[in-house]
Nanobody
Framework: QKQLVESGGDLVQPGGSLRLSCEAS????????LGWFRRAPGKEREGVAC????????NYLDSVKGRFTIFRDNAKNTVYLQMNNLKPEDTAEYYC??????????????????WGQGTQVTVSS
């Protein structure tokens, strides 16, 4: 089956760092735009970061710019989200997803073909 599996979520103190990983199985990520999305309790899902198939394009949620970096390793069939200087408001379930969008990406989150099951990130003292 085609699936995405996230890992790396944890409990971390404010100012700390985490690296989330999302590995695909059953298909290759080469031609997919990839994104990280999150949903906090009681809040709507929001797009955090995305990267185009060639990595020519990246987009970030304004509140994470300068703190988060998305990057992909197509040879490993994996996309990562490096999160630095984490804040309590970053607490959420984080999901990776894939869509076909040419060599672009977007944070809309409504046309994704595959979604992972999520990994929990909790930022607290």
């Amino acid at each position: 089956q085609k699936q995405l599996v996230e890992s790396g979520g944890d409990l971390v103190q404010p100012g700390g760092s985490l690296r989330l990983s999302c590995e695909a199985s059953g298909f290759t990520l080469t031609n997919y735009a990839l994104g990280w999305f999150r949903r906090a309790p009681g809040k709507e899902r929001e797009g955090v970061a995305c990267v185009s198939p060639s990595s020519a394009i990246t987009n970030y949620l304004d509140s994470v710019k300068g703190r988060f970096t998305i990057f992909r390793d197509n040879a490993k069939n994996t996309v990562y989200l490096q999160m630095n200087n984490l804040k309590p408001e970053d607490t959420a379930e984080y999901y990776c997803a894939a869509e076909r969008f040419g060599d672009r990406c977007r944070l809309l989150g409504i046309t994704q073909l595959y979604w992972g099951q999520g990994t929990q990130v909790t930022v607290s003292s």
